[in-house]
């Protein structure tokens, strides 16, 4: 059990491994093949480029896929944490589906985007919620202005969302517990030395926590991994002050 104390501010980062025990594919590592895709094939800015009915082809099969499923128990757990220690929760998710959201969670900030958002290519219009499909032989979706709109989520070679409020947060806390995360993806598998490095401004180190089914690959940068599904672990598993 991990007691939370009063003091303490908690980073929470979690991965396609809580989505996956909700039945939300991965499109990662052995097995991860759409259509005989790689995922890279269908999510950069090149396969935007070379073939956009194809991506929102892709796009349009995730929503559909996100929209059947729903939060497993550790959704939920995290979303009572909230409820518990309001702004000294930081929950980050590389996870573009809207579980986190559904189980009751309000802060959350998706560092790789939105699966149910899209946005321009070319206005300033914010992104804007469209749970809409676009399989082909649909037109593809125009903006106003005359611009492509394309899905809301960070792709290969792209620069993630929202890095100086995760890195304030980083600086901030105290506990960082890092759930269902292979390790391999940067930024996110470097955030663990930065909150318990030694650079922090005027901080100590933060205790660093693992949770998911395998070891990941920078299970040494951890203070202790529980190895085990997130939907069976993170229930009951927070003591707070
Ligand atoms: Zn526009």
Redesign the pocket.
């Known amino acids: 059990m991990f007691h939370i104390l009063a003091a303490d501010r908690v980073f929470i980062l979690t991965g396609a491994g809580i989505s996956a025990e909700s039945g939300i594919p991965t499109f990662r590592g052995a097995g991860g093949l759409w259509r005989n895709y790689r995922s890279e094939e269908v999510a950069s800015p090149h396969a935007w480029r070379r073939d956009p009915h194809l991506v929102w082809e892709f796009y349009s099969m995730r929503r559909r896929a996100a929209a059947e499923a729903k939060p497993n128990p550790g959704h939920l757990a995290l979303a009572a944490l909230e409820h518990t220690l309001h702004d000294r929760l930081f929950l980050c998710t590389q996870n573009v589906d809207n579980l986190h959201e559904n189980a009751g969670s309000r802060r959350v900030v998706h560092m790789h985007g939105e699966l149910f958002k899209s946005r321009?290519e070319?206005?300033d219009?914010p992104p804007f919620d469209d749970p809409n499909t676009y399989d082909p032989p649909a037109a593809l979706p125009k903006?106003?202005?005359g611009?492509q709109i394309r899905p809301h989520v960070c792709w290969f070679g792209e620069v993630p969302y929202h890095v100086d409020e995760i890195f304030r947060a980083l600086n901030e806390c105290t506990i960082y517990i890092a759930i269902g995360t292979s390790g391999v993806v940067e930024p996110a598998a470097s955030f663990v030395a930065h909150a318990h490095g030694p650079d922090r401004p005027g901080q100590g180190r933060a205790q660093t926590f693992y949770i998911g089914p395998e070891e990941p690959a920078n299970s040494a940068a951890f203070t202790k991994c529980l190895l085990g599904k997130a939907g069976q672990l993170l229930p009951n598993l927070f003591l707070c002050d």
């Open positions: 321009c070319d206005c219009r903006c106003d202005c611009g």
